[in-house]
Each structure stands twice: as structure tokens, then as C-alpha cells.
């Protein structure tokens, strides 16, 4: 198909600039062609170089992201305007999206020779995996994510561009062939789409795994496979850590990283909000031997894999938005000043209460910390002695919940509108589910300030469970629990893990 | 035209009335019957009055195997669901067993297909509920120049289409999302059923095509199932008919 003449008229559209020219469309600027007419952000068409008469499979991907792009909202895709008739002239219309391809990164590092630092990395995957995070909200799965297909808007966020190879939850999946064949591109598809498995948002965190290793070492972690054997290979194999490849990668990154890259769904982050919570706050990510290491994988331990991997069956999966649903982020805000231990005994109950009925959800304690309450003079109250006592005394505190299957971090915060810094740290990382004290933050201190749980409950972005104390501190401090009291409820911890003096978190003055 | 396509009603008015007033307010144009309009259910006469209504309106109404029983046109069978058939001949006018008598085995329009079963030989009342069972239906409406299959009988809502290299997939739907389904591939849906769900919840089920837009909505509707089951004990019918209709068995 020949290239359309800038000033060309479609559908109402004049064809502008083409921006690029590839193998299965070309993609022009347009703008209306009526005087007056704007949309209010400029626009791209794209042309399939093939139409509905070159027989049904060629177009297939053109109906898919015509599908997606029609329901899908949100500034993580393109909006939609227009779409050609399928048979007599196909196209679609949509924003043209300003910014810089996630690519231009890994272009201008293997132009200068020099890797992207790690923060960087960090703050392209966070953004990626929350424009993930929103698609798998709205009962989609990208499957084909890949630094072309993704654009990083001036002000950071990232905008998923490309969805030929998607899935969706509502709409029959017009890829799907009731048999096993591998759809994507080969050096990104997760292993489970290598077995013709599609619709599991982890099959994302895989790619973004894929884009985060290729930023920080500059090759691809599977290569790029041309042949089914090859595909096959990521069902067992683990890639050469990234510090063997690239030795400044600090150990959080490869964690994150090599976490992404498990063969096996379930042992990736449950949500691409997970990951973006860990690329987020890298102090926070637990460490461990897949961190570290820096030798491969041994050729028996891979063997052991290779021969498992034979069987290996992989679940399609339920709705997306239910089965993240299922992993939420569980944000505890932790008061300090004036709780009782009645009140951090409750929150810590019901902490626990949610995450046993959430397995693989990871829970974020959280403080809020004054301006005043730290002095860059005074040593005993500088910033870092103070966030690190109010740091040990969240731990202790949740010492007491059972964290078994559940990752745990602790985040001290400085703000003097305790509610407005609840509700900001639970939308910026994607909180569902904040459980916090009814009366607490400092009732006893300021009348105003007993707004806080219902100023939270109004604003907060996810659902908030306010918890109010079992029993007065009083009668706690010199009552035994009533007998019988966990009687009813087996899963809880028991009553002798209660030990209010090494709890105690009152004011650190 | 927006069409509000019903299967299975038997003999539920309660369910079909909610039904109605759902199709009414989505702005349906005209209806069709997909069959099984009575069986099970306590009033066979006033589903069948409202159906003849509609019928002279326009709607479109096929013969389901509920109606062959309740004629004695079908050989006698020893199952529990015919049972019931001689009850109902007994509760209908002699107009509306003539109606039921009349009623085609499939109906074409355009480029879709009517048939309460599937239409490869309707009238053996095969159950479409997986892949084979459906490409056989399509096919055979193929045959006939349609692209498009709505049918009722197995009680489940279910879409079926033509994937990009011709295989027949199924896809399950979910309630109130339009799906387009475009006249280049070929589709069948099986709209589920009014009276008498059978995928353990109680609302009715029914589906509206928009064959403008060329999009389906799977619709499910909550009715008071309650005096549905009432009125099946007050008329002496087997108390698991009345049973069932709360737990969508």
C-alpha cells in the first residue's frame, strides 16, 4: 500500500505528516477537515496496509484495538475518536499522544554507551507498571508491552500505544484459537503466552521484567527467539542476573527485576501495583538471594526445570479486575501520638483480619510525622533519628500481624494535614484498602483533627475500614482478656502475643 | 431494529413480564420467541396470551420441543420434564394450541437465523453448548447464506464465534456489555432462558440485538421469583419445578 498525499481527505479527516511507515500500518497526523472542528489534542490515524479483503486473519488485529480502544479510558491510552469502515476503508483515529517513546532511552543508552542509573529505571517502570495496573482495573491485558509500544508523556506518566495483540475480558478474544499457539513478540511474551494462554495481567509484569533488564544491562534476558524451542526456553530457564551483565545494577533492582522474570505466574508480583510499589520505594524491597546473585542458574537446576516445564499447565485466568482485586496494597496508618495500646492492639487485629482473608495482598504501615516533630539542630531529633525510631516502633507494631505470604513495608511520612497525606500516599500508590483507627491521629490533642478519619473515609481513593478500639485502655490495662474472647475467631493470633509493654508507641517527646 | 430475543419461558410469566419491561425501556423494536414458551411453569395460558399479542404485532415465535410435547406431537418420552406436557395441553384454549401447532422450526430474516435448538435439523433438538455442537449449527445456517444464529434450549448464555483462522470458539459473556459481532465473521449466541435459569442465580435471562449497530447485550433481570414458585405449588406442579426457579437449578 502506497503512502497517502499530505492533504488527502477521509472520512472528514485531512492527512498531515505520516509518522511512521511500518510493516503492518502506516500512522499520519490528521486534523478535521471542517473549519471550527477540534478535538482539543492532536490527532493520528492509523492505516492497516492490509483491509478486510485480504482475508479475515490479516485484519484481526485491527479489530482487536479498534474493541479495546472503544471502551478503554483513563491517561494511560490513547483517546479514541474515529474508526473506518472495516471492509470499504479501515482506520482509526485516535490522540496522538505527545511525549518520548519509552525506546529513545534504550536507543540513546546503546548510542553513548551508558546505562540509564537506576532511579531512572525505576521511575520508567513505576510509571509503566501503573499504566499496566489501570488496563488490568479495566478487565484488559496489554500482551504485547514493549519500549516501542509504550510513550512517556512530558509530565512522566506512560501511555500504552499498541493493542492488536490484547485481550479483554468482556469481548470474545478473537486471537484465541482453542489451541496452543504463542501470540506476541517473541523477546517480551511471558511464558504462559507461549502456551497459548491469554488474558493473565502477570503476563505483563513479565514484559515489563523484559523492558526494566534490557534498561539495566542493554541486552534482552531470553534474546530474540526465532523458533518455538526458543520461545519454550523462558518456561524454565532463568536469565543471566542482571549484575553478571551489568555489575552497577544494585541488588533491589534485580530483585524487582528477576521477580518479574519467574517462570511461573504465581511467583511474579500478584499485581503490576505491587511492582510499581517496590520500584517506588527500592528501600523498602525485601533482598534476598535472587537479589544478590550473580552467577547463573545451574545447568542441573535447569535441567530439574526443563523437565517440569514438559508438564507445565498453565490456569487461564478469571476477570483481571477480580484477580487483582484478590492482592491488594493493605495501608495501615499507625497513630503514635496519644493511641492507646487499645487502639494499636484493634488496628493490628484488624490488619490481621484483612490480610488472612487476602493471600498475596502486602501491607504498607504507615505514620504521619508533623514538621515540627524533627529539628535539623537538635541530633536526638533529626529527620533521620526520628523516622528511624518511628520506622522500629511500626515494626514492633506489626510484629504482633501475621505476615506469613505477605510482604510488609514500613513508610514514616511528614505532613502537617494528616489526612491529606493518607489519602495522597494511598492514590499515589494505589492503596486498596486503608485501615485506620475512628477516633485516633490526635483526638485527645485537637478537636479539629477528629475530622481526619472522616475527611479520609470521603477522599480516600479506595475502600477504608475505620477501626474502633475493643476496650478503653483502663480496663485493658487491668483486665485479662474476658475468656472465650478469641474463642469464636481460630485465625487469629492468640491472646498471648498481647504484650502491651513492648507496644507501647506514645509520643517520642 | 432492536430486537429483544427470548427463549424458554416456560410457562414463567412472572420472569417474562420483567423481561418485557427490561426490552421496553432498552427501546426494543420488536421481539422474538425462541421457543419452550410453556413446561414447567404454572400459567401456560397467560404467557401464551401475552406471546399472540406480540405475535400479531409483528414479534417472530419458533417452536421449541416443550410445544411438540405439549401437542403429543413428539414420540412419548419417559422423562421427567415432558411430564408435565398433558397438564399444560389441558390449560390452553383451542386457539392457542392451534398457534402452538402453526409454529415454524426456524425463522430466517436478512442475514440472521431464528431456531430454539440447532439449526442443522432443528427438530432433533440437539443441545449447543460447546464448540462442535455450534459450528454444526452454523454451518448449516451457512448453507443457507446466514451469518448469524440465535437460538435458547440449553438455558445458558453463551456466544460462539468464528476466530481468525475459522475455528468456532465459546465466549462467556458478561451481563449488560454490548458485543459487537461484525458480518464478516459468523456468530451464534444462545440467549438463555427466561422462565427457568439453570446457572444457579434467579434472574430471568433474555439478550437484545441491535441489527443496526450489529451488537448483542446478554441481559439479566431480577423478577419475584417467589410468586413464580407460588403459583407452581398452587397449581399442583412437582414442588422441585417451583424449587428450583430461587436457586437457578
Known sequence: MKLLEPGTEIDGFVIGDCLHAGGMAHIYLVRYAREGHDPGFPMAMKVPRMTAGDGAETIVGFEVEHQLLQVLSGPHVPRFVAAGDLVRVPYLVMEHVPGRPLQAWLDDAARTGERPGAAAIAGLGAALALAAHSLHQQDAVHLDIKPGNVMIRPEGRAVLLDFGLSWHAHYPDLLAEGMRVAIGSPPWIAPEQVVGVRGDPRSDVFAIGVVLYEMATGELPFGD???????????????????????????????????????????????????????????????????????????????????????????????????????????????WRDASDATLYSLRRAASR?????????????????????????????????????????????????????????????????????????????????????????????????????????EAPCSVMLVKQKLPFSQLDHTPLPPGEEAGEPDEPAPRRYRPSSLYMGPLE | MKLALLADIHANRHALEACLADARERGATRHAFLGDLVGYGAEPAAVLDIVMSLRDG????????????????????????????????????????????????????????????????????SYVRESGSAAASLAAAQDQGLTHVFGGHVHEQRLFFQGAVGKVMPFE?????????????????????????????????????DSDCLQVTFVRVPYDHEAAARAILAAGLPAFNARRLAVGQ
Open chain 2, 173 to 209: 459473556p458478561t451481563a449488560n456489555v454490548p458485543v459487537p459481532l461484525p458480518r464478516h465473521r459468523r456468530w451464534l449466541a444462545t440467549v438463555g432462558s427466561v422462565g427457568q435459569p439453570r446457572d444457579g442465580r434467579s434472574e430471568a435471562m433474555y439478550a437484545m440485538f
Open chain 1, 225 to 335: 527467539p526465532q523458533t518455538a524451542g526458543g520461545l519454550r526456553q523462558r518456561l524454565w530457564m532463568d536469565p543471566a542476573p542482571p549484575r553478571l551483565r551489568a555489575p552497577r545494577t544494585p541488588a533491589w533492582l534485580q530483585e524487582i527485576i528477576l521477580r518479574c522474570l519467574e517462570p511461573e505466574a504465581a511467583h511474579r508480583y500478584a499485581s503490576a501495583a505491587h511492582l510499581a510499589f517496590d520500584l517506588s520505594h527500592p528501600q523498602q524491597v525485601h533482598v534476598g538471594e535472587r537479589g544478590e546473585r550473580t552467577r547463573r542458574t545451574s545447568v542441573r537446576v535447569h535441567l530439574k526445570r526443563w523437565l517440569r516445564a514438559a508438564g507445565m499447565h498453565y490456569e487461564p485466568s478469571p476477570l483481571p479486575s477480580r484477580q487483582i482485586e484478590q492482592v491488594p496494597i493493605v495501608m495501615v496508618a499507625v497513630p
Open chain 2, 58 to 125: 409483528g414479534a417472530w415465535v419458533v417452536r421449541g420441543n416443550h410445544e411438540d410435547a405439549g401437542l403429543g406431537a413428539a414420540p412419548r418420552h419417559h422423562r421427567e420434564d415432558h411430564a408435565g406436557a398433558a397438564w399444560t395441553a389441558s390449560q390452553l384454549s383451542s386457539a392457542q394450541r392451534d398457534f402452538l401447532a402453526g409454529l415454524p422450526l426456524s425463522v430466517e430474516h436478512d442475514f440472521f437465523c431464528l431456531v430454539h435448538a440447532s439449526a442443522s435439523d432443528p427438530r432433533r433438538w
Open chain 1, 354 to 458: 484483612s490480610l488472612g482473608i487476602r493471600p498475596g495482598a502486602r501491607l504498607a504501615c504507615v505514620t504521619v510525622i508533623g514538621p515540627g516533630d524533627t529539628d535539623p539542630v537538635d541530633a536526638q531529633r533529626s529527620e533521620v533519628e526520628v523516622h528511624r525510631r518511628h520506622l522500629d516502633a511500626l515494626r514492633r507494631w506489626a510484629q504482633g500481624v501475621d505476615l506469613e505470604g505477605h510482604q510488609a513495608s514500613y513508610h514514616v511520612l511528614e505532613a502537617s494535614d494528616v489526612a491529606a497525606a493518607l489519602v495522597h500516599y494511598a492514590r499515589a500508590n494505589h492503596v486498596g484498602l486503608m485501615i485506620l483507627g475512628a477516633a485516633t491521629h490526635g483526638l485527645k490533642l485537637q478537636r479539629l483533627t477528629a475530622a481526619v478519619p472522616i475527611r479520609v473515609a470521603v
